[in-house]
Each structure stands twice: as C-alpha cells, then as structure tokens.
C-alpha cells in the first residue's frame, strides 16, 4: 500500500470510528430515563400507608376521543403504577386513602443535534481540502414520551409529591414495556429524603 492510500485511508477509518460512536451514544439515550422529582419538605412520606386514584383523573390521556372508557396508554398507566405502588407497600383503597394518586403521559417530536469529531469530508491532500479531524454536527428526529405521577395529600387536598420521566420511545404511543420502563424510574425517587435532616417530616 503506498503512502497515498494510506493517507486516504486514515481519515476514513476515523470517520467510521465517529459514526460507531454517535450510534452507540444514540442507542443509551434509547434506554436511559431521566428523572427529576420534587416534594413538599414538611411531609413526613413513611406516614402513608394507603392510597387511590385522584378522583379527577382524566380517563383518556392521549386527547384522542376516549370518553367514558380507557386508552391503551391509560391501561399500561394505571397497571405500572399499580404495581410499583404494591412493590413500595402502599396498599390501594377503594376510600379515605392516606395519598391520591394521579398521572399525565404524552409523546412529542424531538430534535437532537449529533457532533461527530471526524468528518469523512475532513481531511485534504497535495495542500487541498478542509483539513484532518474537522468536526461534523448532524441532526437527528426522535419522539420523547413524557410521564408526570403526582402524590396529593388526601386530608389537605396538596400536592406532596411530583415525579417526572423523560426516555425516548419508538412510536407515537408510549408502549407497554416503555411505560414500565419509565414509570418504574419515576417511582423509584419516592419516598423521597431531605438533607437537612435524612428524610422529610411533618
């Protein structure tokens, strides 16, 4: 191989080397959930036993023309926080629960900006071209589902409690394995704790 092709080559192979590492990037943003919660400091958390369903809660999350019965996405709902709830100890009332409980769920169109440290554009020979190792920016669609739980203090009619997941999902629809997924990440910062003190009280 003679010194020209091996100098073609080269900025090639890291080319490859970027694109590997930006679809390997792509594919963890794909299972990661991120999560941010915030709560009311004077509630002591390990004090509810029992809680329900927010007597308000909108029977069709999805907008669609639901009214009266559940979406497909209100089902995946209610069974993942049933189930995370009953893994946590909680146990569901039919009344005078200790916490309600409600939710919101949604889908959006997201765009993601992609930078690459090698473009297969980026090299130059015999003094030509735009120089070695340039960078690239790319951007890229994905749809972001969204999943807000809400803890309301049953005898002060307050919210207590707010969680909320972010992951990207594949359709329109947040499906029955992303609603776990993202559900079980959300419920997973409650109870919360309090720094000042190791955890809230009332």
């Not at 091996?6 to 490859?16: D, E, G, N, S, T």
Request: hydrophobic share 30%; aromatic share 12%; charged share 20%.
């Amino acid at each position: 191989m003679n010194r020209i092709s091996r100098f073609l080559i080269r900025p090639v192979a890291m080319a490859a080397v970027g694109v590997s590492l930006l679809l390997g990037a792509t594919s963890c943003a794909t299972s990661h959930v991120g999560v941010t919660s915030d709560f009311d400091h004077s509630v002591n958390f390990r004090a509810y036993k029992t809680w329900a369903w927010y007597p308000q809660q909108r029977p069709d999350t999805q907008d669609g023309p639901a009214r009266g019965y559940e979406s497909f996405l209100d089902k995946r709902m209610r069974t993942a926080v049933e189930t995370e709830m009953t893994r946590k100890g909680l146990t569901q009332v039919e009344s005078n629960p200790d916490v309600y409980v409600a939710y919101s769920a949604k889908v959006e169109d997201k765009q993601r900006i992609n930078s690459s440290p090698y473009s297969p554009f980026g090299y130059g020979y015999y003094g030509y071209g735009y120089g070695y190792g340039r960078g690239m920016n790319t951007v890229s669609q994905y749809k972001e589902g969204t999943v807000i739980i809400d803890f309301v203090d049953a005898k002060r009619k307050e919210l207590a409690w707010r969680g909320m997941g972010e992951a990207q999902v594949e359709n329109q629809t947040i499906s029955e394995p992303e609603v776990y997924r993202i559900v079980g990440s959300v419920l997973g910062s409650y109870p919360p704790t309090d720094s000042r003190n190791g955890q809230a009280a009332r």
